[in-house]
């Protein structure tokens, strides 16, 4: 195998993602040290202020949406570097260790992209993230969630106009019955919380026991 990696290194080369210095073929990573480095991780658990209805119990965010993490991203978003996967796969499995009760989560649920969204980009992250963590810790990951119609991005938006962006947006699938489950929901950035409130909302209407939420980066 280590020889196979070495000619492959030969053919492509690894770069880090963010910063494009050379590593080391073993790197499974593909970010250096310098900017692993960089990565600002928050204190948890992570409560933010939030004056409207919480249908969430607890919220965590592995770290803050800036630099670094803000970089890798949009590049595993928008330019398809799912090599990245790796990191955020570490990131997210180190943090649940410390962090999260995991034991009393029964499903993780992926907070769901349109279907339209999903064809475009051929992947939704929060599934790849939550797949990660189902894997790390033997946990169903449930798609219990869909969203029903297209909405704009949710950045640029002021947080009244998020919260009306996403009302009503998401449905229980008809198939899953979650009463009395305990949800993590799994989402890539928490900003104002609009998403992560409107399908926990929905999960608590259809009857989950608890719903709370862990994603990836908050903004800062
Ligand atoms: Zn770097």
């Known amino acids: 195998l280590s020889l196979f990696l070495a000619l492959a290194d030969l053919i492509y080369p690894a770069v880090c993602q963010t910063c494009g210095v050379r590593l080391k ?25 939030y004056e409207k209805k919480v249908y969430f119990d607890k919220l965590w965010s592995v770290c803050i949406y800036n630099g670094v993490v803000k970089k890798c991203i949009h590049l595993f978003k928008y330019k398809n570097r799912l090599c990245l996967l790796n990191a955020f796969e570490e990131m997210l499995t180190n943090f ?4 999260v009760d995991i034991e009393k989560i029964d499903w993780l649920a992926p907070v769901p992209l349109h279907r339209t969204t ?45 919260s009306a962006n996403v009302k009503g947006v998401f449905k229980i699938k008809k198939t899953t019955n979650i009463k009395d489950k305990t949800i993590l929901l799994i989402d890539d950035v928490f900003t104002t919380g609009s998403t992560i409130n409107e399908c926990s909302k929905v999960l608590r209407r259809a009857g989950a026991r608890s719903v709370e939420a ?7």
Do not use: I, M
Request: hydrophobic share 35%; proline share 2%; aromatic share 10%.
């Open 25 to 49: 073929f073993t790197n499974t990573k593909f970010l250096c040290q310098d900017c692993l480095d960089e990565v600002s991780y928050t204190q948890a658990p992570c409560f933010l202020s």
């Open 96 to 99: 649940t260790k410390k962090f």
């Open 118 to 162: 999903f064809s475009q980009r051929g992947f939704n992250q929060s599934r790849l993230l939550a797949k990660s963590l189902s894997k790390a810790f033997d946990k169903r990951l449930c798609n219990c969630l869909l969203k029903a119609r297209p909405t704009v991005s949710q950045s640029g938006l002021t947080k009244h106009q998020r």
């Open 214 to 220: 862990l994603t990836l980066a908050r903004g800062a």
